[in-house]
């Protein structure tokens, strides 16, 4: 009898957690197992902001893919997927094409700019490694071109859409780095700005109000500016456009990071899916409602919650959880001896880093964390995956421990 291939598309979260856990659970014997990334490397999409403000080596946050699985039981191919063929079982790559009999889609996010003028072609987004190097390396050339320009203010100018957890983490790493350039680049710090634009009230919607004034607070000590209620109209080469109370204005600044919106990756709703807001809806197991032998996960699935009638956000908490399920599910399918399980998200708490030394969070049962005590927290969470990830090894070779600075 033919073994059964198991194809998973993304080398995220959820693709790459599914794969570990299949490799553990899955005899050789039963099933060909191959995972497809663009890379030959997985990262930690929650440490992209302090790779992007430079307070973190890409190097730490770069896992080798082949460092974590075992290539004997699992066949890795780095290549870019350009379609799925559902109704006959294929995926399209750049270089190839591969038959799945079970599929798992972890494709990740796309930037989400809503169409607003400029944003594609002037402003950076968090949503890679190389991305986030980028920034790095704009950032650190504009404060070098500071002087050489007669002192030009947009050089030294630092504008970010979007005051969510992206927005808000990478704010607080910027805040940390910005004394260190001025340092280097002879700057005087009092003339640095950095403007946070959201389009809510407040930052962080939706999150603990108490938290929220501590997280600005904390921010605003260390020179960020917060400007709320105002939609971004356009991103020029050279600055932003904003609407505020009715009226327009504008910021001269050579850097704009945009930090408001992501999507699922186009590819899902191309290949024929049916979507909403452009991901899957999945069903109770993991599977896309229309094919039994397709699973989605993470950034590219939709969980509804049933409380607040909202979809759950596409978290790497919730993604690490999914893969438990999804890998089990597959194991079962294959081997026929056990049941499909049925997802279920279990929050356990939210935290968001202020910077190295400083974060606000909500952990068991609503307590609230603050300063030192949510930084702890933050670093026990990142260790914690390391360690499911790849072990004892992974987490020495990556793992966070300067608790106290």
């Known amino acids: 009898m033919k073994k059964p291939n198991i194809v998973i598309l993304g080398a995220g979260y959820g693709g790459m957690m599914t794969a570990v856990k299949l490799q553990k659970s899955l005899h050789i014997n039963n099933a060909a197992i191959t995972l497809v990334n663009k890379h030959d490397y997985h990262y930690q999409t929650t440490w992209l902001h302090e790779n992007a403000a430079g307070t973190l080596s890409p190097e730490r946050t770069r896992i080798p893919i082949k460092e974590v699985l075992d290539t004997t039981k699992i ?3 780095e290549d870019t997927v350009v379609a799925i063929k559902p109704e006959n079982k294929k995926v399209k790559l750049e270089n190839g094409v591969l038959e799945y009999d079970i599929l798992v889609i972890g494709l ?95 930052v962080l919607p939706g999150f603990d109000p108490q938290l929220v004034e501590y997280a600005m607070n904390s921010l605003e000590a260390r020179g960020v500016e917060f400007i709320t209620g105002a939609m971004l109209k356009e991103c020029k080469p050279d600055g932003v456009v904003y609407e505020k109370d009715g009226k327009i204005e504008e910021i001269h600044a050579c850097t704009t990071v945009w930090a408001a919106g992501v999507k699922a990756n186009s590819l899902v709703e191309e290949s024929g899916f049916e979507t909403n807001r452009g991901k899957v809806e999945v069903r109770t197991d993991m599977r896309a409602p229309e094919y039994d032998d397709v699973f989605v996960i993470g950034d590219c699935a939709l969980i509804m919650n049933e409380e607040t009638g909202r979809p759950y956000p596409p978290t790497a908490q919730i993604a690490i959880q999914e893969s438990d399920v999804v890998a089990h599910n597959i194991k079962a399918l294959v081997e026929g001896h056990e049941e499909l ?34 930084t702890v927290m933050k670093k026990i969470i990142d260790n914690r995956y390391l360690l499911k990830l790849g072990g004892i090894g992974l987490l020495m070779k990556k793992g966070k421990f300067n608790i106290f600075y």
């Open 341 to 374: 399980e049925t997802f279920e998200p279990k929050i356990l708490g939210t935290v968001a880093s202020l910077g190295h030394n400083d974060a606000i969070g909500v952990v068991m049962n609503d307590r609230k964390l603050f300063g030192f005590n949510a």
């Open 108 to 202: 990740g996010f796309e930037s989400a700019t809503f169409g607003i003028p400029g944003l594609d072609e002037n402003a950076f987004s968090i949503t890679n490694l190389n991305n986030a190097r980028l920034i790095r390396e704009h950032i650190e050339y504009n404060f070098a071109m500071y002087h050489s320009e007669g002192n030009n203010q947009g050089r030294i100018n630092i504008v970010v859409g979007g005051g969510g957890f992206t927005g808000i983490e990478f704010l607080g790493e910027l805040a940390n780095r910005i004394p260190e350039l001025c340092e280097e680049y002879d700057v005087d710090k009092a003339l640095v700005r950095v403007i946070n634009i959201e389009g809510s009230p407040s």
């Open 75 to 77: 066949n890795f191919v």
